[in-house]
Nanobody
Framework: QVQLVESGGGLVQAGGSLRLSCAAS????????MGWFRQAPGKEREFVAT????????YLSDSVKGRFTISRDVAKNTVSLQMNSLKPEDTAVYYC??????????????????WGQGTQVTVSS
């Protein structure tokens, strides 16, 4: 129902920046939360950030708070993750995700129903 395509990954030195984008197609996102997750080799998938499409409320994990910013472009049906002050431990495949909810309460552990293919982010030291 909702198709997600990530882009913007790449190789960057520690302290640098990258901007990831996620294009959504299939329907309006007015009743959705969008999220970013990441998974490093040998580790579990980790929540990074989420944004409520209606109103733009955001929540970020402690590990990225102050360095990353999640935002959306309503007109283009896209969500972005601006990553600054990158660290080697940020290296992972980053996934865009979506879930439908009418609630205004952000739940970081909520289940997401739709996922993109992922984009690789590698931070060198």
């Amino acid at each position: 129902q909702v198709q997600l395509v990530e882009s913007g990954g790449g190789l960057v030195q520690a302290g640098g920046s990258l901007r990831l984008s996620c294009a959504a197609s299939g329907r309006t996102l007015s009743s959705y939360y969008m999220g970013w997750f990441r998974q490093a080799p040998g580790k579990e998938r980790e929540f990074v950030a989420t944004i409520r499409w209606s109103g733009g409320n955001t929540y970020l994990s402690d590990s990225v708070k102050g360095r990353f910013t999640i935002s959306r472009d309503v007109a283009k049906n896209t969500v972005s993750l601006q990553m600054n002050s990158l660290k080697p431990e940020d290296t992972a495949v980053y996934y865009c995700a979506a879930r439908q909810s009418k609630s205004a309460v952000i739940i970081p552990t909520a289940r997401y129903d739709y996922w993109g293919q992922g984009t690789q982010v590698t931070v060198s030291s």
